[in-house]
């Protein structure tokens, strides 16, 4: 089994930065694109940022330039440092990694629960 497990949400002003960890941790042969996600009240979950395992990233339009995304393959973990954040960013942010468990197996989809984001005006 693969478990992601996000940290480093909370409360912010506007302005502020929070920087969101997630581990990945099981059963883990090798991991392809990480991500994050986010899902604001009443609204669909929309991808953030992911970067794939040679370093590669796209973000969201309203990312761009504010956020970065970061992978630590040796630690099975994915960041995300937001600055300069917004109201708008208020969310609760997903990690999600392409993991495959053996070198026979497929890569498989796997969802944290999810970190929330509060940014206060």
């Known amino acids: 089994q693969v478990r992601l497990v996000e940290s480093g949400g909370g409360l912010v002003q506007a302005g502020g930065s929070l920087r969101l960890s997630c581990a990945a941790s099981?059963?883990?042969?090798?991991?392809?694109?990480m991500g994050w996600y986010r899902q604001a009240s009443g609204k669909q979950r929309e991808l953030v940022a992911r970067?794939?395992?040679?370093?590669?990233?796209n973000y969201t339009e309203s990312a761009k330039g504010r956020f970065t995304i970061s992978r630590d393959n040796a630690k099975n973990t994915v960041y995300l440092q937001m600055n300069s954040l917004k109201p708008e960013d208020t969310a609760v942010y997903y990690c999600?990694?392409?993991?495959?468990?053996?070198?026979?197996?497929?890569?498989?989809?796997?969802w944290g629960k999810g970190t929330l984001v509060t940014v206060s005006s």
């Open positions: 099981g059963s883990i042969y090798s991991m392809n694109v």
């Open positions: 970067i794939v395992s040679g370093g590669s990233t």
């Open positions: 999600n990694a392409l993991i495959r468990s053996s070198w026979w197996g497929n890569f498989m989809d796997y």
